[in-house]
């Protein structure tokens, strides 16, 4: 500490984060207490106010920048306008932030369930586009007439659905779109599950949900009838959002997930179109979306909700949901269909066989497990004789 308490104090980030009380004054009890408030902090803690310490703050350390929106977000406070203008003055020096403190401060704002609003707002504060400089690519990127808005705000909307259906904010609050969601305490765990350094499947599920088309801008086509096409988007989107959180030093596992979940999450409308997907098609599903499954069905519903907005198309969006629903329940109560018992191992082909280990042999284990959660075979003898079938040998 440098100089006076109150000197130190006024070098804070903001009003309310510069109060001390004097430990020496506690042994006359809590009521003797007198709280050393240079620049006003109470005062902005009952108005529910984020004001800035000095017109430098900003500057002495760029990363609260994002503080600032990230601590309106965590409290339901306000920043005021004043602060507001600091950081729009200094909004540039976010890029001289380090990449663990900018990826901690987005998390911390991905938790909470403001990250919508959030994110807006960092957007207009001109914080969003340095930090993730893909999303720029996507503001005026139109849509086919089915997306009521262009990529950025499907995008940034579909961050609002994500927190919509998971019902982040107000309780129960009666939502007749959120009636046929499906819901449970099994599915709110599974949320809250801490994924790396405190960040939980419901934070990454919204940053998926963020970047899940950045390659639309780049693989957008337009035929000679005007159709307008995205053809490989997911694929490239999902390599784009590697690159962006490689850069913010994002775990190996967090990266994977949010991977898998951008590159699939496409999926989860395809299984809509039909009556109901078969024993084959949820078994290659799960197996495909790894330990991302349940994520991405998740965000095949925010992205749903988000493309069409207030054109919505009821009948629509309930087949969604009740397709949704049927692939969990298989998923919950059929563990069997998505992750089915081992039947024959590698040595058996080898053994039995007299197959020579290689690629084919996984090929051949593959084929038996997607015929058993299928439901065409059940015991070893028969996966040896589908393989033998499929051999060709008699």
């Not at 506690?26 to 017109?55: F, H, T, Y």
């Not at 900003?58 to 409290?75: E, G, H, I």
Request: contains cysteine; aromatic residues 6%; hydrophobic residues 40%.
């Amino acid at each position: 500490m440098h100089g006076s308490i109150e000197e130190d104090l006024c070098r804070r980030d903001f009003t309310i984060n510069a109060l001390a009380v004097d430990l020496a004054e506690i042994r006359s009890g809590w009521s003797q207490v007198r709280v050393i408030d240079p620049l006003g902090g109470c005062r902005d803690l009952s108005s529910g106010m984020v004001r800035a310490a000095s017109k430098a703050s900003f500057q002495q350390d760029p990363a609260r920048l994002l503080r600032a929106v990230r601590l309106a977000a965590m409290l339901s406070f306000s920043i005021d306008t004043t602060t507001e203008a600091l950081i729009q003055r200094d909004h540039e020096l976010v890029t001289t932030v380090a990449a663990e403190r900018l990826r901690d401060e987005l998390c911390y704002i991905l938790e909470t369930p403001r990250a919508y609003h959030s994110f807006r707002y960092l957007d207009r504060l001109g914080l969003l586009d340095p930090i993730m400089p893909e999303l720029a690519a996507t503001k005026g990127a139109t849509q086919p007439k089915e997306h009521f808005w262009d990529v950025f705000d499907h995008s940034l909307e579909t961050v609002a659905a994500v927190e919509r259906l998971l019902q982040e904010e107000g309780g129960e609050v009666e939502d007749e779109l959120l009636t046929s969601v499906p819901r449970s305490p099994d599915i709110a765990q599974h949320f809250a599950q801490g994924i790396a350094g405190g960040r939980t499947r419901r934070a990454l599920l919204k940053l998926a949900g963020l970047l899940h088309d950045l390659g639309k801008p780049t693989t957008k086509t337009v035929e000679q009838n005007g159709r307008m096409r995205f053809l490989g988007h997911a694929k490239l989107g999902a390599v784009m959002a590697v690159q962006l959180m490689e850069r913010l030093r994002f775990s190996n596992r967090e990266i994977k997930m949010v991977q898998l979940m951008i590159e699939h999450h496409m999926r989860p409308g395809y299984m809509v179109a039909q009556e109901m997907p078969s024993r084959r098609a949820i078994y290659r599903y799960f197996r495909d979306t790894a330990e991302v499954g349940i994520d991405t069905l998740f965000l095949g519903l925010a992205d749903h909700l988000a493309a069409r907005g207030p054109t919505l198309d009821l009948d629509e969006w309930r087949r969604h949901t009740e397709t949704t629903q049927y692939v969990l329940f298989k998923w919950f109560q059929e563990q069997a269909t998505v992750v089915p018992p081992k039947l024959i191992d590698g040595h058996t082909l080898v053994d039995k066989l007299g197959l020579a280990p290689g690629p084919q042999i996984g090929e051949l284990l593959e084929a038996v497990r997607e015929a058993q959660a299928a439901g065409e075979i059940s015991t070893a003898e028969e996966a040896l004789n589908f393989v033998t079938k499929r051999l060709g040998r008699d």
